[in-house]
């Protein structure tokens, strides 16, 4: 696509390209009036035999039952068009996401714009709170990172770069490209615009949510097939006691009115109000369970679900990064306490540590909490992160053990930082403490070991470092699905009051590692042998790492396919190349699936449903939509997730919990079973 990086597009390219791409906003597809959508739902068969009876009441003149009959009817049709008026909100939530401002350059100034008027071969820059406009081609990125987690899953922002990418590469994966509706978390950066409107990412997404299938629910399906076989039932019945009557010397006009008595009674009309008010209380049941139905039929639907596909973060994990294991001074200690709340205790060998007799641990956790900028804090009863999710755990992790910010702070204040970059993949800090200057570095472990040439060992002595046994403990926590930080330390130059990347690429000593994870969710670990023990599949489907899902579905118990002794996880990558009926054989053997796309999600609901699953598909970002429409069930997460979610589900969940989705279940057998 022509454009000058420097210079942008010139006004008449942008009016030839405008007519020629369009706006930059998702179309919504032309729906049928209201009126006619209302008339649909009288388009079922039982509606139709109490419309008859309707009519034949009046016949008799009973005109009181008549009208108890009608509104039956008319109040089940009446909730049946808002609820479908509700659910297709999903479009237009999507499209409004997509309406923002764009700083973009066009012939050779830097301006700032309605997003809606950016064509393809547009320069836009983003800095950190912006929504990316369209998709983006990085060229040029300092620093960047872009929060995608509503679009791929990933709890953890994105970083950044411009170099070449695979062309099979997953959304997850492509590190040169900004998507539209993703958020800048930190950075700045410069992209080409390379799709806009519905051709972007989030535009493809919209194409699915449209397309998703409405399916019937086990119970519509049992009413359907009731109703037609009751309307043969009483038509034949009633046409048989109309010839009887004739052949007896019944007037005509007698017998047909017996036919007619007999059509009348035999029509159940109180069944509608009856499975109405029945829903209605498992409706009231379930929000007592933090559980809100927004379709009455859901509530038998979820009885009936047999796979409940959730998604990891913050369902059936904490969502709430934890450090579990810490590795200094050639010792490994274990901590306990579940996400940024800091009551919990360091233990060696199961006993809580004294601090001063571990030098080393003490460094670790002291570097971790002072080589960061972000802060934990309490609101309401619940600790929260402000800032990076990795930080805010190291911070948690020091308190743990006594080290405050409050204590420790003015005991080093800092005087100057290297901030994070990716192609360093490490960050620095210097302090001044006392009448000298620290240095603290925490980043991978490979950048870190690059720039340390000495450890500390379990006395607090300088030793030479064993690279090789720190890669090997790395490559084991990283094997418990853990994610792995490197730190190390040096003394400096009291009169030093600046730092650069040079003080901290030689002389570094290396003080230990820190493993951290997203731990599951307490209650949810029961919640899913409840589920399994009751016949129902559970199937993690998630947009982290394959490594890290398999893990946590283990410490879940949960069940499927296993290779080589360990739960089999399979990437989205993988599954490009699977045909439906492949995909169909798959879906139900395989219980993990990581780093899928939207499209991805989808078609392993259609794979499951093609066999005859009921499926219950849990979501909370842009990218479950498709998948939560098509589901038999979906069911967004209402605290985290967004509109779109919202929109194109039918239940949701006010404390993102998967246990809750277990008592709705319950919830939902127990209403059909009365």
Known sequence: MQTNTDQGLSPDEVQARLQQYGENRITTKKSQSSIVRFLLQFHQPLIYILLGATALTLLLEEYTDAAVIFAVVLINSIIGYVQEIKALKAIDALSKSMSTRATVIRDGRQS?????????GDIVVVQPGDKIPADLRLFAVKNLQVDESALTGESV??????????????????HNMGFATTVVTYGTGKGL????????EVGKINQSIASAEELDTPLTLKIKKFSHTL???????????????YLR??????????????????????????????????????????????????????????????????????????VQKILAGGEAFELTGIGYNPEGNVLFNGQTVDLSEKPALQQVLTAGLLCSNSRIVEEGGRWTAEGDPTEAALISAAEKAGITRQQTEPQYPRLDEVPFQSENQYMGSLHRHEDQTVVFLKGSVESVIRCADRALDKTGQIVPIDSAAVQRAAEQLAA??????????????????????????????????????????????????????AGIQVKMITGDHALTAANIAEQLGIRGQTENERLLALTGL????????????????????????????????????????????????????????????????????????????DMLLTDDNFASIEAAVEEGRGSWTT
Do not use: H, Y
């Not at 922002?157 to 959304?171: I, Q, R, V, Y």
């Not at 190390?488 to 230990?512: N, W």
């Open 112 to 120: 700032e714009i309605n997003s809606l008027g950016l064509v393809p």
């Open 157 to 174: 922002a994105t970083e950044k770069n411009p170099e070449t990418t695979n062309g099979d590469a997953l959304l997850g994966d492509r």
């Open 193 to 200: 615009v390379v799709a806009t409107g519905d051709r972007t």
């Open 231 to 245: 309307l043969w039932i009483i038509l034949s019945l009633s046409l048989l006691i109309l010839a009887l009557a």
């Open 249 to 322: 010397g019944e007037s005509l006009a007698d017998a047909f009115m017996v036919a007619v008595a007999l059509m009348v009674g035999a029509i159940p009309e109180g069944l509608p109000a009856a499975v109405t008010i029945m829903l209605a209380i498992g409706v009231a049941q379930m929000a007592k369970r933090r559980a809100i139905i927004r379709k009455l039929v859901a509530v038998e639907t979820l009885g009936s679900a047999n796979v409940i596909c959730s998604d990891k973060t913050g369902t059936l994990t904490e969502n709430q990064m934890t």
């Open 480 to 533: 418990e699905g853990l994610r792995v930080l490197a730190f190390a330390f040096k003394t400096s130059d009291p009169d030093q009051r600046q730092l650069d990347q040079q003080d901290l690429s030689e002389g570094m000593v290396f003080t230990g590692l820190q493993g951290m994870i997203d731990p599951p969710r307490k209650e949810a670990v029961d919640a899913v042998a409840l589920c399994q023990q």
């Open 574 to 649: 993988e599954l490009q190349g699977f045909s439906d009926e492949q995909l169909q054989e798959v879906a139900g053997a395989v219980a993990v699936f990581a780093r899928v796309s939207p499209d991805q999600k989808l078609r392993l609901v259609k794979a499951l449903q093609a066999s005859g699953k009921v499926v219950a598909m849990t979501g909370d970002g842009v990218n479950d939509g498709p998948a939560l429409k098509q589901a038999n069930i979906g069911i967004a997460m209402g605290i985290t997730g967004t509109e779109v979610a919202k929109d194109a589900s």
